[in-house]
């Protein structure tokens, strides 16, 4: 006979097959939890694929916010200056275009030639007095001179740029004519 014969035959075939059972089962739930345990660390895979695509969506969001304000930003310091501009350019004409009284505008139109010469008048006269009690040039050594010099035509040079360009800018514009 055999062993399976025997066991089944005798008292501990209800045993073997309730140790059997047991065994079986067992494994059973070893597998059940094995394929749960894969089924779970999937889901957590997929939950923390999609935390991490909605982070980079956030971050995308306020990086695309944060651009759409540095734009408004600009466009509005761009609105300001364009304003700004726009204010200067009429307190511009403003001020050269004539009021219609022959004497306001006369004396308006007077008013740089008058500083000027006074300045030019002021400059020549404390000159002649510096110069006076100084002693003249005799009285300064060649250095003094030579910087004296350096300094005078750095100043000639400055005067005219600032004369010829101001000059030019003040011209009224041409622009006038086109509109």
Do not use: C
């Not at 909605?54 to 200056?81: D, F, P, W, Y």
Request: no cysteine; aromatic share 8%.
């Amino acid at each position: 006979m055999d062993w399976l014969s025997l066991l089944s035959n005798s008292g501990l075939s209800g045993v073997l097959g309730g140790l059997t059972g047991l065994v079986g089962g067992a494994i059973s739930k070893h597998q059940e939890l094995k394929r749960m345990r894969l089924e779970f660390a999937h889901e957590e895979n997929l939950a923390n694929l999609t935390l991490q695509e909605m982070e980079h969506e956030q971050n995308h969001e306020l990086k695309m916010a944060s651009k759409q304000t540095e734009r408004a930003s600009l466009e509005g310091q761009i609105a300001i200056g364009s304003v700004e501009a726009e204010a200067f350019a009429s307190s511009v004409d403003k001020a050269f275009s004539p009021v219609g009284d022959h004497w306001v505008d006369a004396v308006k139109g007077l008013m740089r030639p008058v500083i000027t010469l006074f300045l030019l008048i002021v400059t020549a006269w404390l000159t002649a007095e510096i110069w006076g009690a100084v002693g003249g040039l005799g009285a300064l050594t060649e250095k003094e001179l030579t910087s004296l010099f350096q300094y005078v035509v750095k100043q000639i040079v400055f005067l005219a740029v600032l004369s010829t360009s101001w000059w030019f800018a003040a011209r009224p514009s041409n622009m006038q004519h086109i509109k």
